[in-house]
């Protein structure tokens, strides 16, 4: 026999989908474990907006409770938020920028001290321990550009009891000059050369202006005096001041 497309398969009946009321929220009255209880149901096909009521009858003290319907909550009702620790790369630089600008601002030269030297002069020492990459001094000065250097050095060339105290560096794509030629007290500016100092220098940018600044390249001793690459390599600076070459 053919089988009518009208008549139902056999085995498990098809649901009614139709005829079932949305569950949405719940009433529900707890009693103390163990009591006897009396259930009622409402569940009228026709009652849709009214929710399911489950009611535990005791004569004993009650407690309600509501469950709302888990459609109508988020997933942070069931799982606790996780807030990240990590920062944005951005936030990183600048809390470093600022970090050592605080550094340059508050950095003194109370661990140096002047000494004579023979056949250099006057030199710096200093007077404790100087740990690797640790800010050593500033060389301070005049900064100008190359325009001003340049009549400068003019200026300080007709004069041969001047000595030349002008240092040129590159700071992003500008070319400037620090003029530590008048005596100012600033201990950085007297830091003798040496092609194996001590020091290296360092450009920093300090609320948007170049700071010359000199760092400890090793660890350094108490006493030991401080040196640093002046990087001049012409023939003319050569031959006119002999003791860049060592």
């Known amino acids: 026999m053919v089988r009518s497309k009208r008549e139902p398969a056999r085995g498990r009946p098809k649901k009614d989908v139709k005829s079932e009321t949305p569950i949405t929220k719940y009433l529900v009255t707890l009693a103390s474990p163990g009591a006897a209880s009396e259930v009622e149901r409402s569940a009228s096909p026709e009652q849709t907006s009214p929710p399911h009521k489950i009611t535990l009858l005791d004569n004993r003290p009650t407690e309600q409770v509501v469950l709302k319907d888990c459609s109508q909550r ?53 007077t404790r321990p100087l740990d690797k990459g640790e800010l050593v001094v500033e060389y301070a000065g005049d900064l100008i550009d190359m325009k001003e250097a340049k009549r400068r050095e003019l200026v300080y060339a007709a004069d041969q009891n001047t000595g030349c105290y002008m240092y040129y560096f590159c700071h992003g794509a500008t070319q400037y000059c620090v003029d530590a030629t008048a005596e100012s007290g600033r201990m950085g500016r007297l830091v003798n050369h ?7 220098t360092r450009t920093v940018s300090v609320k948007r202006r170049p700071r010359l600044l000199l760092v400890a390249k090793q660890r350094i001793e108490p006493g030991e005096e401080l040196l640093y690459d002046y990087g001049d390599r012409s023939r003319e600076s050569l031959k006119n001041h002999p003791w860049l070459a060592s």
């Open 74 to 126: 988020s997933i942070t009702d069931f799982f606790p938020v996780r807030r990240s620790s990590r920062r944005p790369k951005k936030t990183i630089e600048l809390e470093r920028q600022q970090s050592l600008e605080e550094s340059v601002l508050s950095l003194t030269e109370d661990h140096l001290t002047v000494c004579n030297f023979e056949g250099k002069g006057r030199g710096v020492v200093s």
């Open 194 to 200: 040496s092609r194996q100092g001590n020091l290296l």
